[in-house]
């Protein structure tokens, strides 16, 4: 491609709004240029990488079995109140009307639209296990769109399903995409780890994020300096030793239970229950469930929140609603502890520390009749805390540490809530139907290619690694003007361009010097310079990351480039 006839439009100048490397370097090297808060356009450099990215998910996808079809951005809102999620995914999900007055969302996710397919689609178990995946852009009115392509509204996914007939399967194309998540997380060159993850408004149980290691990373993993433990750290509370006395148990009973049935009670409740370190709670207050997630500062009531990662308080309307809430984000979650105002219906933290099993475990949750003691542990009651580095790893191996990252990928364990919403059913051999049991595989094709800039760049621009670079080599002469480096360049270029090699050819009629700065800015791996000694044949030849650089004739150039 020439330089000339293309749109590269650098800046010399630090965008002012943007904070983080990746965000300043694809603005500046005329990668993206922002349309809206959160909304970007992909100009042609920025494009490239993105079709390298996504290539490389497309054959680690077909690798892993899946196949890959195509999904609307609009999907009608009949759909996602049918798994409930119209109400549940709150204001993140961008809404619209037709003329004819039809709600609509823009799909910020396609489980809705993927399981209404194959209800329709898919009748017997002879067609499982089925996965398939699509590549397309996601809508999420995210609360803080930031950091350029990490936090978008508008943003592209590759998004899998898989559909199955028994968990083992399940758990089957579960590790097979784990595989295919390392490898093209790998090929991208990133330097990155898989962490145990919650579920949180997705429903399901098993589930893994692929973080890529960086300071701007808005999640903490905490991880084993020695073993291979490593989890999101809203993943990772530890309990203490200390256990408390029959006396002081009943004392925090007290607390944890007021016999009232007010929001200012679920306030407090909250409060108390947050000092013990609890992240995730539900209560019911009256007949109706009050859905309490805790992460971030946060105010209720004007009580403040503090060290937790965010709150919000939803009522929840209708029976229905609050079974979808609970499938959703802790059906299998475990302990719940009933009392006579208020009830704590699930507590993920709990559940995970002391593995607690209760009748809500395995497919099923009930949040009535249920009894401390028999159906749960009174470990509930041990002083739970965060994890802290320094701590001894939940494994038992080595010590943990903490690192910032950046959620590239997630893979989920759905089980069978969409399918059971919804009514996708298949018949076994024996004529009989059951529900279809499902995992959902998600990449931010966008946010990766800003991960890769975050750990490719240096001082004067960005240092793609070669399989994702927009282009391998960038081809400049000096002085285009000189009719023997314009000769030679153009030869040169001719000769790449046969060989398969992508080649950006700078014949821009610029200074030397703003020709270099561009290139170093653009980062292309390879930059081969024509100039003083064309009349040889003689370039210069340089590395992007290295700065290494030699001259070489120009039929020595092929073997070079690798
Ligand atoms: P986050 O925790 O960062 O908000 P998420 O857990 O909500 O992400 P998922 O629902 O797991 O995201 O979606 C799958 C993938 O889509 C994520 O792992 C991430 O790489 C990407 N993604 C999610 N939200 C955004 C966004 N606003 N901009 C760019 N990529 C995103
Ligand atoms: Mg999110
Ligand atoms: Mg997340
Ligand atoms: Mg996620």
Not at 143 to 172: V, W
Not at 194 to 206: F, H, P, T
Not at 345 to 357: E, I, L, T
């Amino acid at each position: 491609m020439k330089q000339s006839e293309t749109l590269i439009p650098t800046l010399r100048e630090v965008p002012a709004d943007a904070d983080i490397k990746s965000h300043q370097l694809l603005l500046r090297a005329g990668f993206i240029r922002q349309t809206a808060s959160g909304v970007y356009s992909f100009l042609p450099l920025g494009k490239r990488v993105l079709r390298k990215v996504e290539e490389i998910v497309r054959e680690e996808m077909d690798n892993a079995g899946a196949s890959e079809m195509f999904m609307p951005a609009l999907q009608p809102s009949e759909l996602w109140m049918e798994t409930g999620r119209w109400n549940t995914f709150g204001p993140e999900l961008m809404r619209l009307r037709d003329r004819h007055d039809r709600e609509f969302a823009l799909g910020a996710t396609h489980e809705e639209i993927i399981t209404s397919l194959i209800r329709d689609e898919v009748k017997s178990y002879k067609k499982l296990p089925l996965k398939l995946y699509q590549i397309q852009t996601k809508f999420r009115d995210e609360k803080r769109p930031r950091f350029g392509l990490l936090r978008g509204r508008e943003f592209i996914m590759k998004d899998a399903y898989s559909f199955h007939d028994s968990f083992e399967s399940l758990d089957t194309a579960y590790q097979k995409m784990y595989q295919a998540y390392s490898n093209i997380f790998s090929r991208c060159g990133l330097n990155f780890r898989a962490v145990i993850a919650d579920s949180g408004a997705m429903g399901g149980k098993d589930t893994h994020e692929f973080m890529v290691l960086s300071e701007v990373g808005e999640d903490t993993i905490a991880y084993s300096d020695t073993s291979d433990y490593a989890a999101n750290i809203e993943m990772a509370p530890v309990v203490t030793n200390y256990t408390k006395s029959s006396e002081e148990l009943k004392e925090m009973e007290k607390v944890a239970t007021p016999n009232q049935k007010t929001m200012q009670d679920v306030a407090d409740f909250l409060n108390h229950s947050l000092a013990k370190g609890l992240k995730t709670l539900m209560f019911k207050v009256d007949d109706k469930l009050v859905l309490v997630v805790t992460r971030g500062d946060h105010e209720v009531n004007d009580i403040k929140l503090k060290n937790l990662f965010e709150a919000s308080i939803v009522e929840l309307a209708t029976e229905e609603e609050t079974k979808t809430a609970i499938g959703a984000g802790f059906g299998s979650l475990g302990p719940v502890n009933v009392s006579e105002g208020i009830e704590v219906v699930a507590d993920s933290a709990v559940q995970y520390v002391s593995n607690v099993s209760c009748g809500a475990n395995a497919d099923g949750y009930h949040y009535v009749n249920v009894n401390p003691d028999r159906d749960f542990q009174i470990s509930q009651y041990a002083d739970l805390r965060f994890i802290e580095e320094g701590d001894p790893s939940p494994d038992g191996n080595g010590t943990i540490l903490f690192a910032k990252g950046i959620e590239v990928g997630h893979v989920f364990k759905l089980g069978k809530f969409y399918a059971e919403k919804m009514g996708a059913k298949y018949l076994d051999d024996q004529g009989k139907a059951n529900t279809m049991i499902m995992g959902c595989y998600g990449i931010g094709v966008s946010r990766t290619l800003a991960a890769i800039v975050e750990q490719y760049h240096d001082e004067n621009g960005i240092t793609w690694p070669t399989k994702v670079a927009p282009f391998h080599v960038h081809l400049i002469a000096i002085n285009s003007k000189k009719e023997e480096q314009k000769q030679l360049a153009d030869e040169v270029y001719q000769t790449l361009k046969s060989a398969g090699i992508e080649v950006l050819y700078d014949d821009r009629k610029e200074r030397a010097g703003v020709k270099f700065a561009d290139s170093d800015l653009v980062g292309i791996p390879y930059r081969i310079t024509v100039g003083k000694r064309a009349d040889e044949g003689y370039v210069e030849f340089k590395h992007r990351t290295t700065g290494e650089q030699s001259e070489l004739h120009q039929s020595e150039l092929l073997e070079s480039i690798k």
